[in-house]
């Protein structure tokens, strides 16, 4: 059994930034940053508003970063996935996936989101086969093919600009005529001439059969169906979080898996606090997580202290 002070679950901006401050606090910490400690940031290609980056910062780069400032001030990062959190007080016993256990003064829980899918016939199947939630990760697969991204946020966008520098057609296909992508992006998209949009359409249905041949795709104003031919789905549809190993637990959720936290962090068990997009209802943004993170942070590390 590993022992520490605080165990931070997640190891992306928000986990990274607690820790910073925890550690800086004199407290022990430890990151259980899961298989690929990161999180989101380790697929994304360019990310140009995180400040105090003159230039665009890679995702990897970024977090490679924070992972070693936290290492240089003491924190120990394992790839541990936690799977279970016991106790209604400290201290708090997480068992991960292969058998290790911790004990822990306090928790933070800063687990992160995952890709949602569009829950349509033929992804599931087609995962892996043409359809991903990864155009960094998969996208060089699709060199010289045909490929959609569905989405009409700014993962989608991004994803469909940096498919086009290797598909020589991307069609973006969004449920409505409306953005929450943010307008430079957009404009950007809009001059891209291997880039086109269909909008107000949904998928219906991802065609086969060994990998993808194509989309049905229905126009919710006129109800027509047409089927697009592509070789790769992108599924840019948000985001869900992940906390889904928390349920049985003493830590309340919210209806949508969010965890609930106050103003400080706290959850609403006494020593286990929360940051992040697992806890991020609007703004998920890595410079959001980061910012949370170093509020969990210091609430964490002011409430071990007390209670030392
Ligand atoms: P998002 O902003 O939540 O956008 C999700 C998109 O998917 C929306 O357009 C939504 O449509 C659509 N959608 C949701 N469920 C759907 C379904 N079942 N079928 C079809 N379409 C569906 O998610 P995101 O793009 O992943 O971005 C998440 C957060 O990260 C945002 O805050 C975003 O700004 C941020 N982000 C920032 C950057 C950057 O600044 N570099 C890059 C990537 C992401 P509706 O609009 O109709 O709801």
């Known amino acids: 059994m590993k022992e520490t002070d605080l165990l931070i679950i997640g190891a992306g901006p928000a986990g990274c930034s607690a820790a910073v401050y925890a550690a800086r606090a004199g407290v022990k910490t430890m990151i259980a940053g899961g298989a690929m400690p990161g999180g989101q940031l380790l697929q994304t290609n360019e990310i140009e508003n995180y400040a105090g980056f003159v230039n665009p910062v890679s995702g990897f780069e970024l977090m490679d970063t924070m992972h070693k400032q936290c290492k240089r001030l003491g924190v120990q990062i394992t790839t541990d996935v936690i799977t279970k959190l016991e106790g209604t007080q400290p201290p708090f016993t997480l068992t991960a996936a292969g058998g290790e256990t911790y004990r822990a003064k306090a928790v933070l829980i800063a687990a992160g989101a995952s890709a949602r899918w569009l829950g349509v016939r033929g992804e599931e199947a087609l995962k892996g086969h043409g359809v991903s939630a990864c155009a960094t990760c998969d996208g060089f697969f699709f060199k010289g093919k045909e490929v959609v991204v569905v989405g009409g946020g700014n993962t989608a966008f991004e994803d469909a600009l940096f498919l086009t520098q290797f598909c020589p057609k991307v069609t973006l296909i969004h449920r409505r005529e409306g953005f929450r992508a943010d307008a430079v992006t957009v404009e950007k998209a809009k001059q891209t001439p291997n ?20 989309v049905v795709v229905r126009n ?22 992940q906390t889904a190993w928390l349920r049985g637990s003493a830590v309340e959720l919210l209806p949508s898996g969010l965890v609930k936290v106050d103003a400080q962090q706290r959850t609403n068990v006494e020593g286990i606090f929360a940051a992040g997009d697992c806890c991020e209802e609007q703004f998920r943004q890595a410079v959001v997580a980061a ?7 210091i609430s964490a590390a002011a409430y071990i202290n007390l209670h030392r």
């Open 195 to 214: 880039l086109s949009m269909l909008l107000n359409c949904v998928v219906e249905e991802v065609l086969g059969p060994e990998s993808v041949s194509g």
């Open 220 to 241: 919710v104003q006129t109800n027509r169906v047409q089927t697009v031919a592509c070789s790769g789905v992108f599924v840019a549809v948000g985001a869900v979080p």
């Open 291 to 297: 910012g949370s993170g170093a509020k969990a942070g």
